[in-house]
């Protein structure tokens, strides 16, 4: 779902389900398709999921303000592939971040 509160100032918490037993990736990127952070890369069971993110990027230091986007992928494990790759759903939105 969309991430919560959108516009945010200071931190904002991104929500998820997850269908079925996944290995999920949650990725912040900045306007230019740069990553700025990973905030999830993990196998996870299914059911609901959320995390925090304070506006800082891999490094610890605070970005500016903008539009960022982040992908939510879940990859099942022993699944049918497609082109190399395991099963599984990828999803990308979009945040602003006011200063």
């Not at 891999?58 to 049918?80: C, I, Q, W």
Request: hydrophobic share 30%; with cysteine; proline share 4%.
């Amino acid at each position: 779902s969309q991430n919560q509160p959108n516009p945010f100032f200071h931190t904002t918490t991104l929500r998820y389900e997850v269908s079925e037993a996944a290995h999920v990736t949650l990725i912040l990127y900045d306007i230019c398709g740069r990553a700025v952070k990973v905030l999830v890369d993990d196998n996870q069971r299914a059911g609901e999921h959320s995390v925090e993110w304070n506006r800082r990027n891999a490094s610890g230091n605070e970005v500016p303000a903008g539009t960022y986007f982040y992908r939510l992928s879940a990859r099942k494990h022993g699944g049918p592939t497609c082109g190399g790759e395991e099963a599984g759903l990828t999803e990308t939105k979009s945040m602003t971040l006011l200063r």
